[in-house]
C-alpha cells in the first residue's frame, strides 16, 4: 500500500522559508512522477511543482524563483524548498505521486493516484 506523508509546514513570516519533505512507502520503484498541490481555502487545488524520476523539474510561474522542487530516490522523499514567502502563499500544500509514470510532467491533480494528508503552510504579513 502506497503512504506518503508531508512534513514541514508552519507558520513564518513574510519573506521567510520552509523545506517541506514528503516520505513515500510501499513504492516499488522510483520510476514515479511526483508532485506538490497546494489549497488555500475557498480556491481550487492547484499545481506547485511536478518532477520526473531523472529530477528534471518543473514549477508553475508564481513560485518561479522562489520555491524548487527537488527529489531523493534512495530515500523515496520529494522536497520542497519555499524560499521569500508571501502571504498568497498560504494553504494546505499536498504532494501526490503517479508511479511507473516517472517520465513525464503531469499538471492535473486527477492524474495522480496517491495523496499525502497535507501539511499547512501560513505565511503571515
Known amino acids: 500500500q502506497v503512504q506518503l506523508v508531508e512534513s514541514g509546514g508552519g507558520l513564518v513570516q513574510a519573506g521567510g522559508s520552509l523545506r517541506l519533505s514528503c516520505a513515500a512507502s510501499g513504492l516499488t520503484s522510483s520510476s514515479n512522477a511526483m508532485g506538490w498541490f497546494r489549497q488555500a481555502p475557498g480556491k481550487e487545488r492547484e499545481l506547485v511543482a511536478t518532477?520526473?524520476?531523472?529530477?528534471?523539474?518543473y514549477v508553475v510561474d508564481s513560485v518561479k524563483g522562489r520555491f524548487t522542487v527537488a527529489r531523493d530516490n534512495a530515500k523515496n522523499t520529494v522536497y520542497l524548498q519555499m524560499n521569500s514567502l508571501k502571504p498568497e502563499d498560504t494553504a494546505v500544500y499536498y504532494c501526490?505521486?503517479?508511479?511507473?509514470?516517472?517520465?513525464?510532467?503531469?499538471?492535473?491533480?486527477?492524474?495522480?493516484?496517491?495523496w499525502g494528508q497535507g501539511t499547512q503552510v501560513t505565511v503571515s504579513s
Open positions: 518532477i520526473k524520476w531523472n529530477g528534471s523539474a
Open positions: 501526490a505521486v503517479a508511479p511507473g509514470r516517472g517520465s513525464y510532467f503531469y499538471m492535473r491533480s486527477s492524474l495522480y493516484d496517491y
